[in-house]
Nanobody, 123 residues
C-alpha cells in the first residue's frame, strides 16, 4: 500500500509563496496520475492540480497562473509551488492519486489519505 506524507505548509502573508512536497512510498508511483487536493473547514475536498502519468497537467480555475505542480518519479515525489497566495487558499493540502478525473473534477482517491499539510494565508 502506498503511503503519502505531505510537508511544506505553514503561515504566509497574502502574496507570499510556499512549496509543498509529497513523498510516496512504493514503486508503482509513476503509473498513476498524482494530484494536490485541499480542504477547508465546511468544504469538500477539491482537486486543485493534477499531473497525469503521461505528462498532462490540469489546474482548478482558482489555481491557474499561481500554482505549479511537478513530479519526480525517480524520487516518488510530487510538488506544488504556490505563488501569490490569497487568504482563500487557506486549507489543509493533501496529495493523492485520483481514481478518475476530468479536468479537476474527480471521483475517489486510490490511496489512503495522509495527514496533509496546513497552509494558512493571513496577515
Amino acid at each position: 500500500q502506498v503511503q503519502l506524507v505531505e510537508s511544506g505548509g505553514g503561515l504566509v502573508q497574502p502574496g507570499g509563496s510556499l512549496r509543498l512536497s509529497c513523498a510516496a512510498s512504493g514503486s508503482i508511483f509513476s503509473i498513476y496520475a498524482m494530484g494536490w487536493f485541499r480542504q477547508s473547514p465546511g468544504n469538500q475536498r477539491e482537486l486543485v492540480a493534477v499531473f497525469s502519468a503521461g505528462g498532462s497537467i490540469n489546474y482548478a480555475d482558482s489555481a491557474k497562473g499561481r500554482f505549479t505542480i511537478s513530479r519526480d518519479n525517480a524520487k516518488n515525489r510530487v510538488y506544488l509551488q504556490m505563488n501569490s497566495l490569497k487568504p482563500e487558499d487557506t486549507a489543509v493540502y493533501y496529495c493523492n492519486a485520483p481514481k478518475t478525473y476530468y479536468g479537476t473534477n474527480y471521483s475517489g482517491a486510490r490511496f489512503a489519505w495522509g495527514q496533509g499539510t496546513q497552509v494558512t494565508v493571513s496577515s
